[in-house]
């Protein structure tokens, strides 16, 4: 093995230019597959800690009809705050929301909005509730920004809000936008507005009522309430989970597209390396070496590529992937739209496992694509690879 | 000279398959050799010269008949044996030179020497030696494309002859040198053939070879004509 890996070294640094640029083919499928799958794992954990720092926290109790995804079922989905959760929001370990459907007119325009109302002195999640605690003759309440940016409000703006109530009556009254709030995660932006809980429901008519509960740090969880189930954070991130997945699954059409190319470039040139050193071949065999350690030699010479590619991958790529550890990944314009939870910039993340993954994994095909076209060696006449006859 | 043979063939033939028959290269040979032969089979073009040369050196086995090259014989040699029995005691030299051109000349000349996993110093004391003996130690670092025809096969020369093996096979060494180089080239291989006693086996139909050999066997269609020992 040595001696192949010797051999195969000095063959390979004499073929001087066609190795070159197979190696940095090589390398580049490394540098860009790490990379790619460094950004998408940093937007995972990103997406994943501005959901909990901002939606989910770390669980939430749903009243047993609220689905988010079913808006007919808001009507249905609120109930009496639990006695026993009474102590834990009195403690500020879990915080109420009630969630009603309503219409805007911004600009005499017909809007239909979430309306979700919540403590405006809850610190579960990152909004910034307390904002709402002003006194002003229109109801307080704040957006996201993609929201401000679809109804075209801004901080200051008066709006007329209508909403039904729990008896099916309607009322309509100003609503002032007091915050327009920045924050990565659309699901608690995207067409809803917050409003203090305790206005919200006096306007609905369900006094100590709520469709859900978020839960901080510190809570007990209580699994048997009767009418609210708890919905654990590894569940409330299933959406995220099931999306990165997604993404993983499209990348890897990229990454099979790239290694296939640099994939081809090796066979290629193992293909025309056999083709061209038969008499090498011949002569290789001719001074002892047996037809196994022709085919070994080849093969290494071409898995070689793979090692070569990791030493001059780390020469530059090393320092581009630390820089953009760094700097971070500008998202491109547009990709806010997208409804998921997505950071202006993306700072990636590069674990061991991937590298070990993406370098053993690029060794390994390597290999097996060097090893076909050398395979042809054990089948060549020895009399004729010596004369450079092409069998 | 000792007079221990070392190649003994019987009732060699060689047929190759050429469309649904058969084209005979090699008809009923017996030859022997003894150790520290300078010997020749010489013949027109397709008498067999190379075809008897690739058995004797185990690089093809015969249709029919005994080869026993070494105390080996070639027939019942598997693939692996047969490169062992190379590696060890055999050394080629081929018309073309066939050196491995990414390698410098102390590289091409070290290769037997790897496959015999012989040490760091004594590897480069050998190709030093092998060098001096065919008188191309200034050029240990270029590189075959390098060198002129007379220089390369210099190099294919000391390549055959650095692990001193018992026997080198040499096909056609001088085909593609001139006068001059041909001459160097045979009184190198002649000197080394008296001091290291290793048999030289030639097939060729060149004249300049010829007047060096001390052995002659005549070969054509297939068939010894002549095998005569030449004493001058």
């Known amino acids: 093995m040595m001696l192949s890996l010797k051999l195969a070294y000095r063959n390979l640094v004499g073929a001087g230019l066609r190795t070159w640029l197979n190696v940095f083919v090589l390398s580049f499928t490394y540098i860009l597959i790490i990379w790619h799958y460094g950004i998408i794992d940093g937007w995972n954990l990103q997406a994943k800690q501005d959901m909990k720092d901002w939606e989910t926290g770390n669980g939430q109790y749903w009243q047993q009809n609220y689905d988010p995804y079913d808006f007919f079922s808001f009507e249905e989905s609120h109930a009496q705050i639990p006695q026993s959760f009474n102590k834990a929001i009195c403690d500020g370990t879990i915080t109420p929301v009630l969630i009603f459907q309503a219409t805007i007119y911004p600009e005499g325009r017909i809007q239909n909005i979430l309306l979700k109302g919540i403590d405006p002195n809850q610190k579960i999640i990152s909004l910034p509730t307390d904002e709402m605690n002003v006194v002003s003759e229109e109801i307080?309440?704040?957006?996201?920004?993609?929201?401000?940016?679809?109804?075209?409000?801004?901080?200051?703006?008066?709006?007329?809000?209508?909403?039904?109530?729990?008896?099916?009556?309607?009322?309509?009254?100003?609503?002032?936008?007091?915050?327009?709030?920045?924050?990565?995660?659309?699901?608690?932006?995207?067409?809803?507005?917050?409003?203090?809980?305790?206005?919200?429901?006096?306007?609905m008519q369900a006094k100590d009522e709520a469709s859900m509960f978020i839960v901080g740090e510190n809570h007990e969880i209580n699994y048997s309430?009767?009418?609210?189930?708890?919905?654990?954070?590894?569940?409330?991130?299933?959406?995220?989970?099931?999306?990165?997945?997604?993404?993983?699954?499209?990348?890897?059409v990229f990454y099979f597209i790239l290694i296939l190319l640099a994939m081809l470039a090796i066979f290629d040139t193992q293909v025309l390396s056999i083709f061209r050193r038969q008499k090498e071949i011949g002569t290789y065999i001719a001074m002892g070496m047996t037809r196994r350690q022709v085919v070994g030699l080849f093969t290494v010479e071409g898995a070689m590529h793979a090692i070569l590619a990791i030493i001059v991958g780390a020469i530059y790529g090393i320092p581009f992937l630390l820089w953009q550890m760094k700097i971070g990944f500008t998202m491109p314009a547009g990709t806010d739209d997208m409804g998921i939870a997505i950071a202006e910039k993306i700072f990636p993340v590069y674990g061991g496992g991937l590298i070990l993954f993406t370098v053993l994994l690029v060794i390994i095909i390597t290999t097996i694509v060097s090893y076909m076209p050398a395979r042809k060696i054990s089948k060549m006449k020895p009399t004729d690879a010596i004369k450079g006859k092409i069998q | 000279m000792e007079n221990s043979e070392i190649i003994s063939i019987k009732g060699l033939v060689k047929r190759f398959p050429i469309g649904k028959g058969y084209f005979t290269a090699l008809n009923g040979i017996d030859l022997s050799f003894d150790k520290g032969q300078f010997a020749g089979v010489v013949g027109p073009s397709g008498s067999g010269k190379t075809t008897l040369l690739n058995i004797i050196g185990s690089l093809d086995s015969p249709s029919e008949g005994v080869a026993n090259v070494l105390g080996q014989d070639v027939n019942k040699l598997s693939t692996k044996k047969a490169a062992i029995l190379r590696r060890k005691h055999m050394g080629f030299i081929f018309q073309t030179y066939n050196l491995l051109p990414v390698y410098t000349v102390f590289e091409n000349i070290e290769f037997p020497l790897l496959l015999l996993k012989m040490s760091n110093s004594e590897r480069k004391k050998a190709v030093m030696d092998a060098l001096d003996w065919v008188g191309i130690s200034d050029k240990v670092k270029s590189r075959p494309a390098q060198l002129s025809g007379g220089e390369c096969q210099r190099v294919a020369i000391a390549r055959a002859m650095v692990k001193k093996p018992a026997l080198v096979l040499a096909d056609e060494p001088t085909a593609n040198l001139d006068s001059e180089n041909s001459y160097n080239i045979l009184q190198t291989m002649v000197n080394l053939n008296k001091e290291l006693q290793t048999t030289f086996i030639f097939a060729t139909h060149d004249d300049k070879v010829i007047k060096y050999l001390k052995r002659k066997i005549l070969l054509e269609d297939g068939k010894v004509k002549s095998d005569n020992i030449i004493t001058n």
């Open chain 1, 140 to 203: 307080p309440v704040m957006i996201g920004r993609r929201m401000a940016k679809n109804c075209k409000l801004k901080e200051g703006d008066i709006t007329t809000m209508r909403w039904r109530d729990v008896n099916g009556t309607f009322d309509a009254k100003e609503v002032k936008i007091v915050k327009v709030f920045n924050c990565n995660v659309p699901n608690v932006d995207a067409g809803q507005m917050w409003i203090p809980i305790k206005i919200l429901q006096e306007m």
């Open chain 1, 225 to 252: 309430v009767l009418g609210w189930e708890f919905k654990s954070y590894d569940y409330l991130m299933t959406e995220v989970d099931e999306m990165i997945k997604m993404k993983k699954i499209g990348g890897s």
